[in-house]
Each structure stands twice: as structure tokens, then as C-alpha cells.
């Protein structure tokens, strides 16, 4: 299992109440056992209300024994909850411009994140992403899940990010102070 920056992130989703199953190495000559994998997300729309006026900063990704996550880091939003809509689509468009931006993979999730990729009383970037382009400094090469990552556009306040998937899996959606993450299963 690979981790990028997620021990922290872990040990506050533990004392968020939020089931985390960490499989344990195996010792040379152990039986391995499986990790029982949460069910019953789902995949229709996942969607909660506009309240942060935070800006984003990072976007990463990371694997998991059940799934793979995106994380988007909104360190400006403090407590207050991050709105966002997390959907399947059928085609990628960019907003506003409504161009196609092609994705890798057998579905493509769409995430709208109610936070600007740029500070809304400078409008200096706060995050690098272009339009129609791979994440900066995400690779899901080997992942056994994610396909693609591409940011679509930041407007209006809300930044727009098409997540390549191998087929269309059930996902979920939380919330950390500061973060919203959006996990996406390996299998039904």
C-alpha cells in the first residue's frame, strides 16, 4: 500500500469516527488475511451545500487496501464545511467554455469543489492546476482504481476536476477540517 501524506490524515479521521482499516505487513512465513472492505456507498451524486470561502492549495491522491483518494486541500476553509458535487458524467466539459476534455478510463466522476483555485481579493493562483491538463503532482500510475486526473477550470468560485475510474465503482465523500476527500472503491 502506498501513502503519501496521510498519517496525519489518518489519525484525524480516527478521532473524526471515521471506520479506517490499516492492514498490517505480513511477517515472512504468516498467513495473510483479508481486509474486509466497507460496501453500500454507492455511486449516484454526492452533494452538500455551499458554506466555506476557503481556496484551495493542493490536490494528491493516494492507495488504499478498498480504495483509491483524492484529497483537496483547503486549508483557508478552518471548520467551516466545504461544498461540493461528486458525480459520474458521461463526457467531460470544461466550465464555462463547455469544451471536452478527453479522460482515460472506463467512467469519468466529475468533482466540483466549492473552492476557488486562486485567492478571491487577489486572484493569485492558489493552486497551479490549467485547464485540460493532468493534476500538478498527481501520478496514478499503477493505481488500481484511478485512471486519469485533470483539472477542468476554476470559476465563479468553484474548481472542476475530471477523475478518470477503470468502470463505474461506488465513492464517498467526507469532509476533515480544512479537506474534503472522495474515495473511490476498488470493487462493489
Given at each position: 500500500m ?31 488475511t ?64 463547455g ?51 485533470k ?22 465523500v ?15
Amino acid at each position: 500500500m502506498r501513502r503519501r501524506r496521510y498519517g496525519a490524515m489518518l489519525a484525524a479521521l480516527t478521532m473524526a469516527g471515521v471506520g479506517v482499516v490499516v492492514a498490517a505487513p505480513a511477517t515472512a512465513g504468516a498467513t495473510t488475511t483479508a481486509v474486509a472492505c466497507p460496501t453500500g456507498w454507492g455511486s449516484l451524486p454526492k452533494t452538500a451545500a455551499d458554506t466555506s470561502v476557503g481556496s484551495l492549495t493542493d490536490i494528491r491522491t493516494g492507495e488504499h487496501d478498498c480504495y483509491d483518494r483524492m484529497v483537496f486541500d483547503v486549508p483557508t476553509a478552518g471548520i467551516e464545511p466545504i461544498g461540493y458535487t461528486v458525480h459520474y458524467v458521461g463526457a467531460f466539459y470544461q466550465d464555462p467554455s463547455g469544451m471536452r476534455i478527453p479522460i482515460s478510463g472506463g467512467a469519468i466522476i466529475e468533482i466540483r469543489v466549492s473552492a476557488p483555485a486562486y485567492d478571491p481579493a487577489t486572484h493569485t493562483a492558489t493552486y497551479p492546476g490549467r485547464g485540460g491538463r493532468v493534476l500538478p503532482g498527481v501520478d496514478v500510475t499503477g493505481y488500481r482504481t484511478f485512471r486519469e486526473a485533470k483539472f477542468g477550470a476554476s470559476f465563479e468560485g468553484v474548481t472542476q476536476v475530471g477523475l478518470g475510474v477503470r468502470a463505474r465503482l461506488p465513492f464517498r465523500v467526507s469532509q476533515l477540517s480544512n479537506r474534503l476527500v472522495v474515495d473511490v472503491a476498488h470493487t462493489w
